[in-house]
């Protein structure tokens, strides 16, 4: 049998060779492949079974096509996914993208992190994920709605509440999460949670919305708590003004942090006084605008085109918020020399491998996407819950064991962390604890 090295290397050239074109999905694969060497040391039956042969593959991967018409009558076609990554500890679990740029190595990418973001929430939820290429912010509402129609016609033949139970992620959000449930209940004739993330007059959680925000900052106040700190007081760079970034700067500023940028991807604002979270809701959620126009709106802002990673002030704490690699290591150096202490993911993979190094040269405490976004993934499963018993819990409820899901995932990485001696490495932390849940129930079950 190969030793754990030897066969974290072989699994690697076979990713290499099996999937030469998907740098997302290597990117991912290998910084977690890269993490669990100890963990196969003190388990070799996990190498001998190929445990990690088995998670790198997806039980599934669904690729259709999405005709849809739009308003001047023409034929359009899109390109749709699902990949269903690991199905070990419950039914597959995750979002649904709609965003030019997606490509099956960005889909696999995002399943593959779903898989142990999933087991660290403890809740019986397995890894997956989908969407299209589809680019729905210059579209109408009606050609919306078309696409959905379309994009769901294709994935109801594969999706089932105890199968797989997409949800949103970037362009997805309520308006169109409402088009694709309905679509599924006009073919199907069932009420049955197919979807999370759902409006709140028809089986939606109360603090799905807010969830990954919210959770990102229970997240970081149990990381920053565990270091002998607070965040009252403490100033935030945060990138994106979307659905995470949004609720992130909101619980942040209830913590008595100052949040003084956000951005989309055309450029950022920088606002010394804090973000006036009311002007950005009004922008991005009601009239869909662009951030810039804050700027126009809050005369102490001022907006730059680019990367807000590249602006050069004094703060304490960064949270991306908005893409996968939009922090680089060069950008990461200046975070480092900008005096930030903590790097917290609300994005999935928004840090390069390049930055992850820079973090852990530097010392700057890192909380990984999978740990530190779970909350909107836990929420959802919480939104399961309550669709199967035909009940609806109250704010409080569903936000109050948020907190304690996310205390509870800080706390497993940081004793995976102190199991194997990793030096406040709460990355290989978070992965370590969350491999471990889906390698038992993998061996548990035998070659499925
Ligand atoms: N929603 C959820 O519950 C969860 C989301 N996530 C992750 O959080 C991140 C943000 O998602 P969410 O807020 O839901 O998405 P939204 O669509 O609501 O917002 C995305 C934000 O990120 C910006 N953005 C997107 N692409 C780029 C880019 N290439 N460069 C710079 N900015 C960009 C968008 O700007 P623009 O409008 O210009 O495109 C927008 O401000 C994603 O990585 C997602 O996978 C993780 C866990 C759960
Ligand atoms: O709520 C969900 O099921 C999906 C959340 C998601 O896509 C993510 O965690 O990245």
């Not at 700067?249 to 979270?277: F, M």
């Not at 960064?318 to 917290?344: F, H, M, R, W």
């Not at 840090?351 to 909350?375: C, L, R, W």
């Not at 409080?396 to 940081?414: F, T």
């Amino acid at each position: 049998m190969a030793d754990a090295e030897a066969y974290i290397k072989d699994l690697k050239e076979t990713i290499t060779h099996r999937d030469p074109n998907q740098p997302e999905f290597q990117e991912a694969a290998f910084t977690v492949l890269d993490t669990l060497k100890p963990v196969l040391e003190k388990h070799p039956e996990y190498i001998k079974a190929n445990i990690l042969g088995e998670l790198v593959e997806p039980e599934r991967a669904i690729q259709f096509r999405v005709p849809w018409q739009d308003d001047e009558g023409n034929y359009q076609v899109n390109r749709g996914f699902r990949v269903q990554f690991n199905s070990a500890i419950g039914p597959y679990k995750g979002g649904l993208r709609l965003h030019p740029s997606v490509n099956l190595s960005i889909i696999k990418f995002l399943g593959f992190e779903q898989i142990l973001k999933n087991s660290l929430t403890g809740l019986p939820i397995g890894g997956g994920k989908g969407g299209s290429d589809f680019n729905p912010k210059d579209k109408s509402d009606s050609e919306i709605m078309r696409f959905c129609q379309s994009f769901m016609t294709e994935l109801q033949k594969h999706i089932g509440p105890d199968l797989d139970v997409p949800a949103g992620d970037i362009g997805v959000g309520g308006r169109e999460i409402g088009y694709l449930y309905g679509q599924y209940k006009r073919l199907n004739g069932s009420q049955n949670g197919i979807l999370t993330g759902k409006g709140l007059e028809y089986g939606g959680s109360l603090a799905r919305t807010e969830a990954t925000g919210f959770g990102l900052i229970y997240y970081l106040n149990a990381l920053i708590k565990d270091q002998g700190e607070s965040l009252k007081g403490k100033t935030i760079k945060i990138s994106g003004a979307g659905n995470v970034a949004i609720y992130a700067i909101q619980k942040a500023q209830e913590n008595g942090a100052k949040v003084v940028t956000a951005s989309d991807s055309n450029g950022y604002v920088y606002d010394p006084n804090g973000i006036d979270l009311d002007t950005v809701k009004q922008i991005k959620e009601v009239e869909r605008g662009r951030i810039k126009e804050y700027a126009d709106k809050i005369s102490s802002a001022t907006y730059t085109e680019g990367s807000v990673w590249d602006l050069d002030i004094d703060y304490d704490i960064a949270l991306p918020c908005a893409t996968q690699n939009e922090i680089s290591g060069d950008e990461a150096k200046l975070i480092a020399k900008d005096g930030a202490k903590y790097v917290a993911e609300g994005a999935n993979m928004p840090s390069t491998t390049e930055a992850i190094q820079v973090y852990k040269d530097k010392g700057i405490i890192y909380g990984p996407a999978k740990a530190a976004n779970a909350g909107g993934v836990a929420v959802s499963a919480l939104e399961m819950s309550q669709n199967s018993e035909r009940l609806s819990w109250t704010f409080e409820d569903v936000d109050g064991q948020l907190k304690d899901i996310m205390e509870n995932i800080y706390q497993k990485s940081a004793d995976a962390d102190k199991e194997y001696d990793l030096g406040k490495d709460y990355q290989a932390g978070a992965n370590i604890a969350g491999f471990e849940k889906v390698a038992k129930a993998m061996l548990a079950q035998g070659l499925v």
